[in-house]
């Protein structure tokens, strides 16, 4: 919701002209006040009413008094005249910040801003921000989120301060964000609040600054995580999230330890991204004492995660992702899994009983949801089979870290995944720095039924330049889904190689496709040119989408091919730098079925060219619609 800002240091009309747009959420439109009503209502300390007293005089007397009488300004502190709920919707428009600064108007103000307490579940200190902390006491029983956000040591303290004196009591999520603190510190709100708190989140996503950390060195450092569960035993949800080029592996004397082990834990969701892992002994520990955690997630692994003998010993996790290179903070998608341990917003289909939280006995509660582990050997491999075969129901999203070294076999995934998303990824390299294929395969070769059929995603990553891994995983497409009576319905390429082998292996595809995309990837225009004479054949009768963003050699030779193939609604044309307005002409000139294209950021076509061809479709259309008999 977008803030009304009001600078104090304006006279009592301005502001309350910058409020008319506030005010007038609370009235219906014939109702609404006029600006001139508004700026006479002056925003001022409480004054008392004046009136003008007349005494009884002749008539003429009476007539005399009324012309020279000058109507008199009412000093009126409207905030304090309207319905609670207009000021309610005003106030919510304003800032932390500036709801602290208004305060100070008058006595007043402060009492009417502070009886809202929706106005204080969520609040957050950011640097610099001290002298705001001593306010926060005569709010501080409706604050439920309070974050530290680039947090100097002032406001640590101060912070800590008004957490042990109780002013701050009834937090219940604790956020550290980009913080230079000690592991001290942290455990020490974490305690101060135990009483209340169920959520803590510690992440920075940028580099320390010297004017921030100007006594300590530029490290972000943490408590254990046995520590913090002792700390406060009542945590539900941890959420650690450290990228590893801002963060240093702290030696054992910096860590705040502890050689107790926590007891009677409620903890639920645990995610721990950080270039340092818990080690085995202290996983072990935080595992045998959460008995009602479900998902868990630890990065720091790498060649191999003791995946399967976690999933046997702890049966009621429902996430698991051990060595995900990628992750910074939780997977949203599952995180938010509420304690009756379903997925928000999802509902169990296909049962007409009512779903009982301690009901043991409920599918839905048992089983892996979720998986995410690195794969770059024969012993990973096993895990992966013997997983897919305990959960092959339940599994709905599958992520595979295998690098290009050991050759995964996807058709081997495609047969036996049953969920919803499969990504195996043969690179460690950034989005940037890598090609990837992303599918969707339909649960039906039947044309008429995929609207209705199970989908799902298929994505694979390779190295830039791999040719043989996107052959590879073209050809398990074939394969894994010809056996499975399945389709792919969606392609998409992106920094893919322009290999000769690739767009002709594409025609070979048993499939329905409905939609291909092409980015970044760098074909030759004969290669291109071929392969769209192919799809004049119509060997998928049922493509609807074509596109093509930044490819280096689509020429309008290219472009010209498009035309006339059978089917085809919609065209994308994006930053290809050598088309120009004679190829978009030539996309109409044969007979066409589009309907649509997308025509962006091709520096040689004009925008006269793009009404041409959205004239003709708009044409077109009108052409082809039913007469309307009157």
């Known amino acids: 919701m977008a803030s009304i800002c009001v600078n104090m240091s304006q006279g009592p009309n301005e502001i309350s002209a910058r409020l008319t747009a506030a005010l007038n959420l609370g009235f219906q439109e014939e109702q609404l006040p006029t600006t001139e009503s508004l700026q006479d209502l002056s925003i001022k300390r409480h004054q008392p009413n004046t009136a003008t007293v007349t005494t009884a005089i002749s008539e003429k007397g009476i007539q005399q008094q009324q012309e ?71 709010v501080g029983q409706h604050i439920w989120r309070y974050t530290i956000h680039n947090g100097d040591e002032k406001v640590i303290q101060g912070s800590l301060e008004q957490m042990r004196s109780g002013s701050i009591n009834n937090i219940r999520s604790l956020t550290w964000e980009n913080c230079i603190c000690t592991p001290e510190n942290i455990l020490h709100s974490i305690r101060y609040l135990s009483n209340t708190l169920i959520d803590l989140t510690l992440t920075a996503d940028r580099e320390p600054t010297t004017a921030e950390n100007h006594h300590l060195n530029n490290t972000y450092t943490l408590p254990c995580l046995s520590s913090i569960l002792l700390a406060c035993p009542k945590l539900k949800r941890i959420n650690v999230a450290f990228s590893t080029r801002i963060i240093q592996i702290p030696s054992n004397n910096e860590l705040v330890t502890t050689a107790t082990s926590p007891r009677g834990l409620e903890l639920t969701h645990l995610n721990w991204t950080t270039p340092f892992r818990p080690n085995d002994a202290e996983m072990e520990t935080v595992l045998s004492n959460c008995k009602k955690l479900k998902y868990l997630q630890v990065g720091g692994y790498e060649a191999s995660a003791p995946v399967f003998e976690i999933r046997k010993r702890y049966p009621n996790l429902q996430y698991i992702s051990l060595g995900d290179v990628e992750a910074f903070g939780p997977d949203m998608d599952f995180w938010t899994m509420d304690n009756s341990n379903k997925i928000k917003g999802k509902k169990c289909m296909g049962s007409n009983r009512i779903n009982n939280s301690n009901d043991d006995d409920d599918d839905d509660k048992k089983g892996l949801h979720a998986l995410t582990m690195p794969c770059t050997g ?57 090609a990837q294929v992303d599918a969707i395969i339909t649960a039906t070769e039947d044309i008429h039924a995929i609207s209705t059929a199970r989908s799902y995603t298929i994505t694979s990553t390779f190295e830039m330049g791999d040719e043989r891994g996107v052959l590879g995983f073209i050809n398990a497409l074939r394969t894994g889904t010809t056996e499975l009576a399945h389709t ?55 493509l609807q989408e074509l596109g093509f963003i930044s490819i280096p050699s689509f020429t309008d030779d290219v472009v010209a091919e498009i035309a006339g193939i059978p089917g085809l609604k919609r065209v994308i044309l994006w930053n290809c730098e050598d088309v120009t307005d004679q190829g978009v002409r030539s996309l109409l000139e044969e007979y066409s079925d589009l309907e649509d294209v997308d025509i962006g950021d091709c520096v040689h076509v004009t925008q006269e060219a793009v009404n041409y061809v959205k004239g003709k479709l708009e044409t077109s259309r009108k052409s082809s619609s039913p007469l309307l008999l009157l």
């Open 488 to 542: 792919v319905s969606r392609l998409r390429f992106w920094n893919c190689p322009g290999s000769a082998i690739l767009l002709p292996l594409l025609l070979d595809l048993p499939c329905r496709l409905q939609a291909l995309k092409f980015e970044n990837c760098e074909f030759s225009t004969s290669i291109l040119v071929g392969f769209l004479r192919s799809l004049k054949t119509s060997p998928w009768p049922t």
């Open 68 to 138: 020279k009488q000058q109507p008199t300004n009412i000093h009126v502190d409207f905030i304090c005249l309207l319905p609670y709920e207009i000021v309610s919707t005003i106030l919510e428009l304003f800032t932390t910040d500036e709801l602290l600064e208004y305060m100070d108007i008058s006595h007043d103000w402060r009492e009417r801003i502070i009886s809202f307490p929706i106005l204080w579940h969520q609040v957050s200190i950011k640097h610099g921000q001290h002298g705001v902390l001593p306010k926060l006491s005569l």
């Open 378 to 434: 024969p012993h990973g491999w096993s895990d992966i089979q013997e997983l897919l075969a305990m959960d092959s129901t339940g599994l709905k999203k599958l992520t595979l870290y295998c690098g290009i070294e050991f050759p995964v076999d996807v058709d081997y995934l495609i047969r036996h995944f049953n969920g919803d998303r499969l990504s195996v990824h043969r690179t460690y390299a950034a989005w940037k720095n890598r």
